[in-house]
């Protein structure tokens, strides 16, 4: 080891959390009602490893008190519910919108960024489900641990952690900016999954089949008994990918002196790029410290992606910054701070509590409004104009999407989610670099399209069958008046035969019947007429075409 290596900083404290957002796929039971969804994983808890956890509600503390009273009081209504309802028979809280799963038989992760590289152990603090009510999306959150890490490892590991799937191979077969080693540990050390990254034939084959990626097989088996709707598993609970396959992450670095990182450093670790690159053997000993980009896209990092309130050499905290992207929120921190390493009451307590609770809040938000794009783009595909099966089919769908979205709006849609200042600055720079506001228009603006297309479409018909029984009345006056004028008793018939009668009332019922739908379907066309005969301008002539047109086909 060179003095160069030798010097690279140590992370004595590092954790990182991974939140992946998918969307599930709704199936209704055998009487067409769609049940939640964990109420489906309820039912599978002999089977599975996922338990309803109720969010340390049991036993709530006041590091608990202290994230709950930093939101606002709707957002806390969102998290936690509003305490009205009872514990329910299934367990869990009936109350709030969020449903949490929790499994503990993974403990530990084993990992090696290359091939070669000695192994490192993370271990996993929580692996958990969020679902919520009312909006068919889960978000996977898994969080490890590791002590005395090199600063060049913990990058590698937030740069490749948490990737579904490899993004390609290179020439000898190893998959692209992915682990080259990833077992999933439980308690006694035994792989429970490991990856399948480098079988690059099945990866290919996979999306030839079905034009859709594959999970890969460590993550699959995270996610059991949730199934990737594209795969030839069997599953009640399905789900589907809507957002990039690199997992959105936060990371929490404490170090001897996180002053002394370069701002090179500071650029890898906001923008999660990855280690500085390692010279060739004609170069110096020491890692190259390029930048990762050019200058003139970094002139305005500081601005853009950090938030330095607590950067400086004084407080409870000395030289702690926040490095936010929107994908990625990253603290670092000095490793002998006492309150920035305090998993109780300091900044390691507030990443893995109120800053965490943010960071989900505002990817479940970008999570649900792509889920409601893409309910739009299928019920478009589904649709077939000249079936009015599908028609139905496809105006319930819209209706659905329309009064899902309101409901989302009013209970799910923040922009402020907390007074305290730093954690309502986080949230703002997280909900900016997603562009949620943009994003959040462009969805609604799409369903506001679609639901005017309906009401037009039904006042459209509204206004033919109007058209249509004008037409049928105007002529059928013509008969009424007749008729009137004539008296009722044209034929006497009163003291015919009761048959002869009874012969007469259908042949009159059957004509009658047989003119007036000859009128609806003419009716169109009758309508043209009486618009051309109401027309002063025209001439009698061209007022007789349009009659005779009446019968002309294909008119």
């Given at each position: 080891m060179t003095a160069r290596q030798a010097e690279e900083p140590v992370v004595r404290h590092f954790n990182q959390v991974l939140l992946w957002p998918l969307r599930l796929l709704p199936v209704a039971d055998a009487s067409g009602v769609q049940p939640r969804p964990w109420w489906l994983?309820?039912?599978?808890?002999?089977?599975?490893?996922?338990?309803?956890?109720?969010?340390?509600?049991?036993?709530?503390?006041?590091?608990?008190?202290?994230?709950?009273?930093?939101?606002?009081?709707?957002?806390?209504?969102?998290?936690?519910?509003?305490?009205?309802?009872?514990?329910?028979?299934?367990?869990?809280?009936?109350?709030?919108?969020?449903?949490?799963?929790?499994?503990?038989?993974?403990?530990?992760?084993?990992?090696?960024?290359?091939?070669?590289?000695?192994?490192?152990?993370?271990?996993?603090?929580?692996?958990?489900?969020?679902?919520?009510?009312?909006?068919?999306?889960?978000?996977?959150?898994?969080?490890?641990?590791?002590?005395?890490?090199?600063?060049?490892?913990?990058?590698?590991?937030?740069?490749?952690?948490?990737?579904?799937?490899?993004?390609?191979?290179?020439?000898?077969?190893?998959?692209?900016?992915?682990?080259?080693?990833?077992?999933?540990?439980?308690?006694?050390?035994?792989?429970?999954?490991?990856?399948?990254?480098?079988?690059?034939?099945?990866?290919?084959?996979?999306?030839?089949?079905?034009?859709?990626?594959?999970?890969?097989?460590?993550?699959?088996?995270?996610?059991?008994?949730?199934?990737?709707?594209?795969s030839d598993r069997p599953g009640a609970l399905r789900y589907r990918q809507i957002e990039y396959y690199r997992m959105p992450l936060m990371a929490y670095l404490a170090l001897d002196n996180p002053a002394a990182l370069t701002r090179n450093d500071f650029v890898r670790l906001g923008l999660v790029t990855g280690a500085r690159s390692q010279p060739s053997a004609a170069m110096s000993d020491g890692p190259?410290?390029?930048?990762?980009?050019?200058?003139?896209?970094?002139?305005?990092?500081?601005?853009?992606?950090?938030?330095?309130?607590?950067?400086?050499?004084?407080?409870?905290?000395?030289?702690?910054?926040?490095?936010?992207?929107?994908?990625?929120?990253?603290?670092?921190?000095?490793?002998?701070?006492?309150?920035?390493?305090?998993?109780?009451?300091?900044?390691?307590?507030?990443?893995?509590?109120?800053?965490?609770?943010?960071?989900?809040?505002?990817?479940?938000?970008?999570?649900?409004?792509?889920?409601?794009?893409?309910?739009?783009?299928?019920?478009?595909?589904?649709?077939?104009?000249?079936?009015?099966?599908?028609?139905?089919?496809?105006?319930?769908?819209?209706?659905?999407?329309?009064?899902?979205?309101?409901?989302?709006?009013?209970?799910?849609?923040?922009?402020?989610?907390?007074?305290?200042?730093?954690?309502r600055t986080l949230f703002r720079m997280t909900a900016s670099h997603l562009e949620l506001d943009p994003l959040y228009a462009e969805v609604k603006e799409r369903i506001a399209d679609m639901d005017d297309y309906l009401a037009g479409d039904s006042l459209r018909r509204q206004a033919n069958t109007v058209v249509r029984l004008t037409v049928v009345t105007v002529f059928g006056l013509i008969g009424s008046v007749t008729t009137g004028f004539l008296g009722m008793n044209l034929f006497a018939e009163a003291d015919a035969p009761m048959m002869q009668r009874l012969g007469l009332f259908v042949f009159v019922a059957g004509t009658t019947a047989a003119l007036t739908l000859y009128t609806m379907a003419k009716s169109k066309r009758l309508s043209d007429f009486l618009d051309a005969l109401s027309d002063e301008r025209l001439s009698v002539w061209t007022k007789i075409k349009a009659f005779a047109a009446v019968w002309k086909r294909g008119g």
């Open positions: 994983l309820q039912e599978m808890e002999a089977s599975c490893a996922w338990r309803e956890s109720g969010r340390e509600r049991d036993h709530f503390g006041e590091r608990h008190y202290h994230e709950f009273v930093t939101f606002l009081p709707y957002v806390q209504r969102f998290l936690y519910g509003d305490g009205v309802s009872a514990h329910s028979a299934e367990g869990g809280y009936e109350d709030s919108p969020m449903r949490i799963f929790e499994r503990r038989d993974i403990v530990a992760a084993r990992v090696a960024v290359r091939e070669g590289d000695a192994p490192v152990r993370l271990d996993v603090s929580q692996v958990r489900l969020h679902f919520f009510f009312d909006v068919d999306v889960v978000l996977l959150k898994v969080a490890v641990r590791a002590e005395n890490l090199p600063l060049s490892v913990a990058q590698e590991l937030m740069y490749r952690f948490g990737r579904a799937y490899p993004s390609g191979w290179d020439a000898h077969e190893h998959p692209l900016h992915s682990l080259a080693v990833f077992d999933w540990l439980d308690a006694n050390g035994t792989v429970l999954a490991s990856t399948d990254a480098n079988e690059r034939d099945t990866f290919l084959a996979h999306v030839r089949q079905h034009r859709a990626p594959r999970i890969a097989a460590h993550w699959a088996f995270v996610l059991d008994p949730l199934v990737s709707d594209r190259c410290d390029e930048p990762p980009f050019a200058e003139t896209h970094l002139a305005d990092f500081e601005e853009r992606f950090c938030y330095d309130r607590f950067w400086s050499a004084g407080g409870a905290a000395p030289h702690t910054r926040y490095l936010c992207s929107g994908h990625s929120l990253v603290v670092v921190g000095d490793a002998r701070s006492p309150f920035f390493t305090s998993p109780e009451f300091g900044v390691r307590a507030q990443f893995g509590h109120q800053h965490f609770l943010l960071f989900l809040i505002a990817h479940f938000q970008k999570a649900a409004l792509l889920m409601f794009s893409d309910r739009l783009v299928e019920a478009l595909k589904r649709l077939n104009v000249s079936d009015p099966v599908s028609v139905r089919r496809f105006k319930r769908a819209i209706r659905g999407s329309f009064e899902g979205f309101l409901r989302f709006t009013h209970r799910y849609w923040f922009h402020e989610i907390a007074e305290q200042a730093q954690a």
